[in-house]
């Protein structure tokens, strides 16, 4: 039996260019998705209210997960949701701004998106300033850029990890979040949607490019490598035969996916 597909996908550096944000180059994949009804899962640092505005300027509709996996959302529509649901999981935005601001009295050097306007977020990341509004609409992670030295980050990580949370990288910031990731949030999707397939097998592709994405591509059945900026930092066992794209970007993305829908039968 032909197994169901499921993609969950990272966006910056992944699904979308680094430089311009666009998609372009992965519009063929997209397409070949769409037509077979297979699910394009976006699991991101975005917020919510970017990750809808971009499904919507892509015309896709379906689940998502928020905030590297703060939480999860199944819009009205799919896998039998009547109603949008939304799901939140872990520390919430103010404890995590709480335990940011004590460690910047103690002598951390960083600047949060809750210190810059949306402006200064734009400058910084080539968004609008609509777009950088969107992105400081946090639920439960703080992006921040580090403006110490590699010792005093070292420092800075361990204290957080004392007080129960993370710093992870992603392609442009580090994220503050609690003890959560974007593989718990995949995991979330993938029970409700073999609810929804019964007994039927299903086979979940992951692809990211980034430290950020290395517990959601440990847990896929497919890990895909985009190349990017940090993507050689993302190593996984030699036994979880990771594929890795020989282009960056959407242009390796599109490639990735339409060789592994031929070889698991899609046309």
């Known amino acids: 039996m032909q197994p169901h597909l499921i993609v969950f996908t990272d966006l910056d550096g992944t699904l979308l260019d680094h430089h311009s944000y666009s998609w372009r180059a992965a519009k063929p994949a997209m397409a070949r998705l769409g037509a077979n009804g297979i699910p394009l899962l976006l699991n991101s640092s975005k917020t919510a209210a970017e990750i809808r505005e971009l499904q919507n300027m892509m015309g896709l509709r379906a689940p998502f997960i928020a905030e590297n996996g703060a939480a999860v959302v199944i819009p009205s529509g799919c896998l039998g949701n009547a109603e949008e649901e939304v799901v939140h999981v872990g520390t919430s935005y103010d404890e995590v701004v709480r335990t940011l601001l004590v460690q910047r009295e103690s002598g951390a050097q960083f600047r949060s998106f809750d210190d810059l306007s949306a402006a200064e977020v734009a400058a910084l990341t080539r968004l609008t300033v609509a777009e950088a509004a969107r992105a400081k609409q946090r639920l439960a992670t703080v992006p921040l850029k580090w403006d110490g030295t590699e010792a005093e980050l070292a420092q800075f990580r361990a204290a957080l990890e004392l007080e129960g949370l993370r710093l992870v990288q992603g392609g442009r910031f580090w994220h503050a979040m609690g003890a959560?990731?974007?593989?718990?949030?995949?995991?979330?999707?993938?029970?409700?949607?073999?609810?929804?397939?019964?007994?039927?097998p299903?086979?979940?592709?992951?692809l990211g490019d980034s430290p950020n994405d290395q517990r959601l591509l440990e847990s896929a059945d497919v890990p895909v490598v985009i190349r990017g900026v940090n993507s050689d930092q993302v190593q996984l066992p030699s036994s979880r035969h990771a594929m890795r794209s020989i282009k960056p970007g959407p242009e390796g993305w599109n490639e990735c996916v339409l060789n592994l829908l031929f070889e698991y039968g899609y046309q």
């Open 180 to 200: 959560f990731d974007k593989a718990e949030g995949a995991r979330f999707l993938l029970r409700r949607y073999q609810e929804h397939y019964g007994d039927e």
């Open 202 to 206: 299903i086979v979940t592709i992951a």
